[in-house]
């Protein structure tokens, strides 16, 4: 007999008759959970989308990238912003009666239609959503579980199971490592399932938390880099921040112990604890992740934001978004170097110095929110770079932008160097992402020389050799755009993508 039978239907309903609207994905077990929500009355209502990648090859496809393991808690973030992406874009083709919108972020000014290798892209750029209010999404929860369970197999590592929520303003993670054949496989799913349940009603009690502030609605002269923050607040039940051009990154509730509220009883084994983690997002970077700022300036804890709407979250007006003052008064746009900086390491400390006294100039980081090849970043991922970067370099700014290409990058940070490596500018003159079109390569730089920017190149050393602006196959347009720091002087020989397959998430 099933104890807690009563006790999940009156949960379910609960979810059924409220605004709560779920997507979810699941790999690797937790697929009870479809039935209990699908058989109480009303389910309609709150789900509106549930994905099985199971084998790893749809777990690929599903998140976009392959990952450095599969059941860890990352993956579980990067299934559910995947699925809460998925999730807006059910919502806006209902709003907007066409159901082929699929364009995640606002359309800017610049033609990527020949990127159709990514479903994070913008498809068609005349297509406009006008007066969107990020209140149509408040209700929403993306859903991802990756788990590793009792199997008819020899199973080398521990069976335990991650399970992920994403919101407009929150990422949290829940983790449980199981006790090793104390459970058949039927009932590690009904735990797993009940622990889900679980995970959305303590996600739904945070969304109802009036947390949101908002921003004042007159436009104010950023302070200089040297100057204190304002001593003025605003102040609301929830948090407090200075004045509109200054704000706190992650907002109250940002802990690294978060606990998963028990509605529904899990009978957990003595040596069980489920570790809960979440990361609340200020107003400023809802916006960025799903709204309408294209960048946000950070450094030393704090970030920067030009020209938010009156009220986060809370406008049915948008604004188009201008950063010529912010150039013009701003530190922090004359070098700039993109990346995922996932993690950052002492390779890219050095090139940074390097560039700094090449170009005579400050440089600042920046990273995409949102990449070509890669899922979008969640509140909890950007968290970790931010105290991996602080780690190597205290006194580092970083820019956060919608802006994956390069086209892109030089509207914003206009007469700026880029700072590459030379894989890096290999992968942007690669015509596979431009039709296999020199022309469509040539139109993207011509727009960046007439932005007035350019690139810094930096080799790159592996096992085949090292990789400079010299031996790098790129058109001569692109080249007279490069200045390089000779391999002689740094050729990077670290990974990245190494340093993260020694990671446990």
Known sequence: MDANLETRIKLIQSFHNSPTELVLALSGGGSLVLGDLLTVPGASRTLI??????????????????PEQYCCQRTARYMAMTAFHRGIRVLRAGKTKNPF?????????????????????????????????????????????????????????????????????????????????????????????????????TTRYETQSPTLLPTPSSIQSPPSESSSPPPTTTTTTK???????????????????????????????????????????????????????QAVLWKNGTIRHFELRKNVLDS??????????????????QAIF??????????????????????????????SIQNVDKPPLDYIELEYRLKAIENIRPEQAVWFTQTPLFEDKSDIFNGTTFIVGADTLCRFADLRFYHES????????????????????????DHHGIESLDTLKIP??????????????FAMNISSSDLRRNEFW
């Open 49 to 66: 989308e549930a994905s099985v990648p199971y084998s790893e090859e749809s777990l690929n496809q599903y998140i976009g990238r392959i």
């Open 101 to 201: 919108v699929d364009r995640i972020f606002p359309a800017r000014s610049i033609d990527v239609s020949h990127i159709d290798n990514t479903r994070f892209y913008v498809k068609n750029v005349t297509e406009t959503i006008e007066e969107e209010d990020l209140n149509d999404y408040i209700n929403l929860i993306g859903i991802g579980c990756t788990a590793s369970l009792v199997t008819n197999r020899n199973k080398k590592g521990e069976y335990r199971f991650h399970i992920a929520t994403q919101t407009l303003r929150r990422t949290i993670v829940f983790s449980l490592q199981l006790t090793k054949d104390a459970r058949t496989r039927q009932d590690e799913e009904r735990l797993l399932a009940d622990t889900i349940l679980n995970a959305i009603e």
């Open 239 to 293: 948090e407090t921040i200075t004045d509109h051009s200054l704000c706190n990154t992650f907002g109250i509730g940002t802990t690294d112990t978060f606990p998963i509220r028990e509605f529904l009883p899990l009978h957990l084994k003595p040596n069980e604890i489920i570790v809960g983690k979440q990361t609340v997002g200020s107003p400023p970077l809802v916006e960025l992740f799903f709204g309408n700022i």
């Open 316 to 333: 049915k007006k948008v604004q188009p978004q201008t950063y010529s003052h912010a150039r013009k008064k701003m530190e922090w746009t």
């Open 338 to 367: 993109p990346g995922s900086f996932n993690p950052i390491h002492k390779g890219h400390a050095e090139m940074i110095d390097i560039a700094e006294h090449r170009l005579g100039s400050r440089a600042a980081l920046e990273i």
């Open 438 to 461: 020199i022309h469509q390569l040539h139109d993207v730089l011509r727009l960046i020389a007439f932005h007035n920017c350019r690139f810094l190149v930096f080799a790159r050393q």
């Open 476 to 489: 001569d347009m692109l080249r007279s755009l490069c200045d390089e720091i000779p391999p002689s002087v």
